[in-house]
């Protein structure tokens, strides 16, 4: 039964409780954007004054060569300012980043009842859950976007537990991500002056996630938001765009002469993921590595896909800066469970602090 879309008792229950989603509800045909998703001037997203993120892709195949240094300090560098930066020669097959964009819409254009069986509540496996906004049982107002995440434990449980429609692609670009995160992370440990072996780092992205967010077409893209102003809470996110592109950067670290403060635009490069910097390696890296807020546009003219995952800690791992760092540096962080870290940032999303302060020493 289609909602009053004047009505938001019967709109959230159609979009959220019933598993419709905002594409759902964009199938009943809109011709102006419901008021539960209408954002305060303050969190919307003016995309005519925004700029664009102006730094080339770094090439990570000449991390085996004789440009080592120089990839590292790159590398390096961009985490330590803005906290994102774009990678090309990343090991991960373009054909494989076409196939995932095509899975993506694949699942999401399914009939709302092959999307709801996966909804929080119901959901047949505690790996998968299909949702849309953030939390919108507590945000003022909801996100324009529906998502399917899947965690990761091992292989066999991913093939049987995960959608038939995006299984075995989704934990391909997961399989191969993780060699190019190691590669990372060693390069961001060296620049510190640190060296931890897999025995270290396995657990600092033991828990792993595939998310695949779906962004329908909105009649009003200045009044909305695709997701809202947030920090990744783990290690690094690896995030596949497709062209259409919409994610925005908050500079707090002075990059470009007149940026700090504002927002920018990391543009979608063919071939390329984006990386971004969790609160989790902020807090191990003693604040030299930087987890910005970021967010994400909607658009009017065509639906939009994106596909991170996210490497964060064993829940039961404790996460404070490394010992090297705070002996040289002293720090302003203390040590935490990331259970509780979690815990926290849930339960105070949406109270305008970043997650990051919950950390302060």
Known sequence: MAPSLNDAESLFNFVVKNGNGVKGMVDLGLSKVPEPYIQPPQERIDKQTARTYAQPPIDLSKLDGPEHERVVEEIARTAETLGFFQVVNHGVPIELLESLKEAAHTFFGQLPEKKAVYCKGVSPSPLVKYGTSF???????????????????????????????????????????????????????????????????????????????????????????????????GILTVLLQDGIGGLYVKVDEDIDSGNKGQWIEIPPVPGALVINVGDSLQIISNGRYKSAEHRVRTTSTNSRVSIPIFTMPRPTEKIGPLPQLVEREGTGFKELVFQDYMNNFFSNAHDGKKSLEFALA
């Open 135 to 233: 939390v919108p049982e507590k945000e003022k107002a909801l996100e324009w976007k529906d998502y399917i995440s899947m965690i990761y434990t091992n292989d066999a449980e991913a093939l049987e537990q995960w959608p038939q429609e995006c299984k075995k692609v989704a934990l391909d670009y997961l399989r191969t991500s993780i060699k190019m995160v190691r590669k990372l992370l060693e390069a961001l440990f060296k620049n510190l002056g640190v060296t931890l072996d897999d025995s270290k780092i396995d657990p600092l992205i033991g828990t792993k996630m595939v998310n695949m967010n779906y962004y329908p077409t909105c009649p009003n893209p200045d009044l909305t938001v695709g997701v809202g102003r947030h920090s990744d809470l």
